[in-house]
């Protein structure tokens, strides 16, 4: 049952006091945090539940070894709320005529948090903050972020965060708060001070020289976050944005089916970008932090459970100033001598794998119908291996391959038994992995169930695409840019139907 409280002024003293320029990493800080007097002020407290993060760990990690070997990682458990700035926190009105809403949302326990509202639409000038432990924030988030299907915060660390927003003497603006993400997996790893994820001690970071002949596809792959259909908790997956033939730049994002399969988990995802260490053998952040490249939301395009495979295209433009890469890719099925993986296990920073020369093989986690020779077994790793969190992520044709397509993405990581080795943990396993073929999930029975339609749509025959850099060419995309500044967004368009995408989430979380 849900109760109000108040958090203690000595407490929100010291939120400020600790708070580190690393909390700055979004842009301008909340009000609150930059004037004394509002951090001192009292700001209802709604408890919403508790977890054993030791606990839901462990009961997600056997949950998904005793099932099909997948590589999707659960972070998240999801608590229903019905939270809205009419009714529940509180108003103030400042100096300067603006208007300020404060509210606070605990799940004790938990390691980080997310929120996400059933609508966000800002007025201009408008400022939405979400603030964690330390005085780390995420925002501003402003008026063109705004999205009527519903919106999600990246994660804050602690397990309180405060929804703060501001807006501008004579505007309105009214927010609901529909469900609080309470994380278990500590992706920022407070108390060890290593930065987010903490995957095995074979992995290579992508900064690595292993990395240094696909520094162009490394930016090509992001992490990102999604609310699950089937128990409603928040899931860790990998990706790759794609090119097309057009070369239009339409923001194609290739990930798994057992990840992402529908309308509704593809507007809740939350992408990062850029998110890797600067450094070779240890973890050190970028400029603006680990999540400071995101964006949200996506209309699902294709999706088929035999080959493992989804295309989303993201709802906005990534900014040009994260210097994202369309990578190629090749629908032929022709095997390559050697492959690259590369991803996100268990949340860890970006890591860069190498792998044989793959084999065909049926579906490894045994999805779909007839799933006879969808997949590339790859393994064991010569270096690097895969984890929870990798899958969805592209398998690429390694240099010196002896193809013209080296570089190039075949094939989609579904799952498979690979890890670090527990007799010698600087070193990979000799267990394997498969990956959906692209070749397998390039033809199908409608455009929503194949490739072709959306990477060809001019319908060449072409069966691959040289990447290409997202400076570089003509864009015809819809949407916009998400990195606090831009236009309003452009509706994208669901399927190949011509209707607008929209967003079931508020009438799903609703029914839990």
């Not at 980080?112 to 925002?139: E, K, M, W």
Request: proline letters at 6%; a negative charge.
């Amino acid at each position: 049952m849900l109760r109000s409280s108040f958090l203690s002024s000595f407490a929100l003293l010291a939120l400020a006091l600790f708070a580190t320029d690393a909390s700055a990493r979004h842009g301008d800080p909340p009000y609150s945090l930059s004037h004394a007097a509002k951090i001192a002020a009292a700001v209802p407290t709604v408890d919403v539940g508790t977890i054993d993060a030791a606990a839901e760990q462990a009961q997600a990690d056997a949950k998904r070894q005793s099932s099909a070997p997948t590589k999707r990682l659960a972070t998240a458990r999801g608590f229903a709320v019905s939270l809205d700035s009419d009714r529940d926190g509180v108003w103030e009105t400042l100096a300067d005529g603006s208007r300020l809403w404060r509210l606070r949302v605990r799940v004790s326990g938990a390691t980080d948090l997310r929120v996400a509202f059933a609508s966000l639409v800002l007025p201009p000038g408008a400022t939405l903050h979400v603030i964690g432990a330390n005085g780390d924030y995420q925002g501003p988030y402003t008026e063109t972020d705004s999205d009527p299907a519903g919106f999600r915060s990246p994660p804050v660390p602690g397990d309180v965060a405060t929804i703060e927003l501001r807006v501008p003497a004579g505007a309105d603006a009214s927010i609901e708060l529909i469900r609080v993400e309470a994380g278990f997996r500590d992706l920022f790893k407070a108390a060890l001070y290593t930065g987010p994820g903490e995957s095995g001690a074979c992995n290579v970071n992508v900064v690595c020289p292993l990395g240094d002949p696909y520094r162009n596809e490394i930016r090509a792959v992001a992490y990102y976050e999604f609310v699950a259909d089937d128990d409603h908790d928040t899931y860790l997956c990998s990706a790759t944005l794609l090119a097309d033939i057009p070369r239009d730049r339409r923001n194609y994002l290739l990930t798994a089916a057992h990840c992402v399969a529908s309308a509704t988990e593809a507007q809740s995802m939350v992408v990062y970008w850029n998110y890797q260490s600067t450094q070779c053998n240890r973890l050190s952040p970028p400029s603006g932090g680990y999540f400071n490249d995101d964006q949200h939301a996506a209309a699902l395009r294709a999706t088929r459970a035999d080959a493992d495979f989804t295309l989303v295209e993201l709802a906005t433009v990534p900014d040009p100033s994260w210097d994202v890469y369309y990578a190629g890719w090749d629908a032929t099925g022709a095997e390559p001598s050697g492959t690259i993986g590369i991803h996100h296990p268990s949340g860890d920073v970006k890591k860069i794998t190498s792998g044989p020369s793959p084999a065909t093989i049926d579906n490894c986690i045994g999805t779909g119908g007839s799933s006879v020779n969808t997949h590339w077994e790859t393994g064991p790793y010569q270096q690097g291996t895969t984890e929870g969190g990798s899958s969805g992520s592209g398998l690429f044709v390694a240099v010196g391959s002896g193809s013209s397509h080296d570089r190039r993405v075949i094939g989609i990581l579904s799952g498979g038994y690979a890890a670090c080795s527990t007799a010698n943990p600087s070193q990979p396993n000799g267990e394997t992995d498969c990956y959906g073929k692209l070749a397998s999930a390039w033809n199908g029975s409608s455009a929503s169930s194949r490739l072709r339609d959306w990477l060809d749509p001019a319908n060449t025959g072409a069966l691959g695409a040289a990447g290409f850099d997202s400076q570089s060419g003509t864009t015809n995309a819809p949407g916009h840019s998400h990195h606090r500044s831009g236009t309003r967004p452009v509706p994208i368009r669901n399927g190949n139907t011509g209707e607008p995408a929209r967003s079931a989430t508020a009438a799903r979380i609703a029914q839990q």
